[in-house]
T-cell receptor, first 114, second 113 residues
Framework: AQSVAQPEDQVNVAEGNPLTVKCTYS??????LFWYVQYPNRGLQFLLK??????LVKGSYGFEAEFNKSQTSFHLKKPSALVSDSALYFC????????????FGGGTRLMVKP | GAVVSQHPSWVICKSGTSVKIECRSL??????MFWYRQFPKQSLMLMAT?????????EQGVEKDKFLINHASLTLSTLTVTSAHPEDSSFYIC?????????FGSGTRLTVV
């Protein structure tokens, strides 16, 4: 079975500082990995994905994530946080050897303070 | 890019009534649509996978007769919450697969009073 862990319920960072939101995954086959952002009472907005190729993936709004196979991690990063980045972030994985459903992590609330 | 339109955005209904949520893929064909449920301050839990032209696949613990899913065409999947109860109050999100990615609707906030 596939699973995703986001070890931090909340991450606090000052505006202008770099941010990292952690994600680790477990799959039996090759993973497809995704990051989504959710604003209050809204759906999910796609940020970026890793399918294959370069381990560093660049996405929307200046976010990037690094796929690390040995550590089974896919941490989300941004060099300089904005107050408007404050939201709920979800990491998700699809196990290519187990159908096409997405499994989500528990979510991490990012709080960027001015 | 791929867009999923979900309606209604929010709905309030009385206990015992039924509510239908629609999910349309606007610019791609979704042979499969995923229905998730999200409780406050929690993650998204997959309820069921709807398949165009065939029966939906429900996750363990999800009542098939309560959460009716229909996927009659490549662009429309519906979730009907039958005989709704206050504990069904939640945020429901649908999503489809397009171009190796997943696109989600804006969600439906269901409140049963």
């Amino acid at each position: 079975a596939q699973s995703v862990a986001q070890p931090e319920d909340q991450v606090n960072v000052a505006e202008g500082n770099p941010l990292t939101v952690k994600c680790t995954y477990s799959v039996s086959g090759n993973p497809y990995l995704f990051w989504y952002v959710q604003y209050p009472n809204r759906g999910l907005q796609f940020l970026l994905k890793y399918i294959t190729g370069d381990n560093l993936v660049k996405g929307s709004y200046g976010f990037e994530a690094e796929f690390n196979k040995s550590q089974t991690s896919f941490h989300l990063k941004k060099p300089s946080a904005l107050v408007s980045d404050s939201a709920l972030y979800f990491c998700a994985v699809r196990d290519m050897g187990a159908g096409n459903m997405l499994t989500f992590g528990g979510g991490t609330r990012l709080m960027v303070k001015p | 890019g791929a867009v999923v339109s979900q309606h209604p955005s929010w709905v309030i209904c009385k206990s015992g009534t039924s509510v239908k949520i629609e999910c349309r893929s606007l610019d791609f064909q979704a042979t499969t649509m995923f229905w998730y449920r999200q409780f406050p301050k929690q993650s998204l839990m997959l309820m069921a996978t709807s398949n165009e032209g065939s029966k939906a696949t429900y996750e363990q613990g999800v009542e098939k007769d309560k959460f009716l899913i229909n996927h009659a065409s490549l662009t429309l999947s519906t979730l009907t919450v039958t005989s709704a109860h206050p504990e069904d109050s939640s945020f429901y999100i649908c999503g489809g697969e397009a171009n190796y990615g997943y696109t989600f609707g804006s969600g439906t906030r269901l409140t049963v009073v």
